[in-house]
């Protein structure tokens, strides 16, 4: 059990999952209990010791054996950053081949809102089946980022972070108070 709503985020392997404790530090902040997720490439990209301290739970990214509990706590919304174009074609696809991907075809049908913010090179978002998969995504309830929110605005500067901790805020759920 947690104070706050729960929120899965699933971690691609993309240039922003390197610097992803910076996001967790900000959905934190903004109210979230983040439990992080990552694929397996992405798992070797990040810290996964230091999200787990900084988040307090372990991140997944093998699966479960038969009969161990799951230590995420179920999820009140979704987060996928980086949203790469493998992830996103398999996921449109129905793929369920690693954690990450099992975790979101899961949870597609769930009612859960779920903002994904898709993360490729220009050659691969021209991909014919790129754009198709994407509204397929989005007919089924995917809420995206524009392509480029995650792209900095120049080589040095950071990742436009609170974009995305804006959109997320707004399935935080209503106060009690």
């Excluded at 439990?35 to 397996?40: F, R, S």
């Amino acid at each position: 059990m947690t104070d706050h709503p729960v929120l899965y985020l699933v971690v691609c392997a993309a240039p922003p999952a390197q610097r992803i404790g910076e996001l967790v530090e900000l959905l934190m902040r903004d109210g979230w209990t983040v439990c992080v997720i990552a694929t397996p490439t992405a798992a070797t990209w990040i810290d996964r010791q230091a999200l787990a301290e900084q988040t307090g739970r372990p991140v997944r990214w093998r699966p479960r054996l038969p009969g161990e509990t799951d230590p995420h706590p179920k999820a009140d919304a979704v987060l996928v950053v980086p949203a790469t174009f493998n992830t996103l074609n398999k996921w449109a696809l129905g793929i369920n081949d690693t954690v990450a991907l099992g975790i979101l075809n899961e949870l597609l049908g769930s009612g859960l809102p779920i903002l994904a913010s898709p993360y490729a090179k220009e050659s691969l978002t021209a991909h014919p089946s790129f754009g198709g998969h994407l509204r397929l995504l989005a007919t089924a309830g995917i809420e995206f980022t524009e392509t480029d929110a995650l792209r900095p605005s120049e080589p040095t500067a950071t990742f436009r972070w609170p974009l995305i901790v804006a959109r997320a805020g707004r399935h935080l759920p209503a106060s009690d108070a």
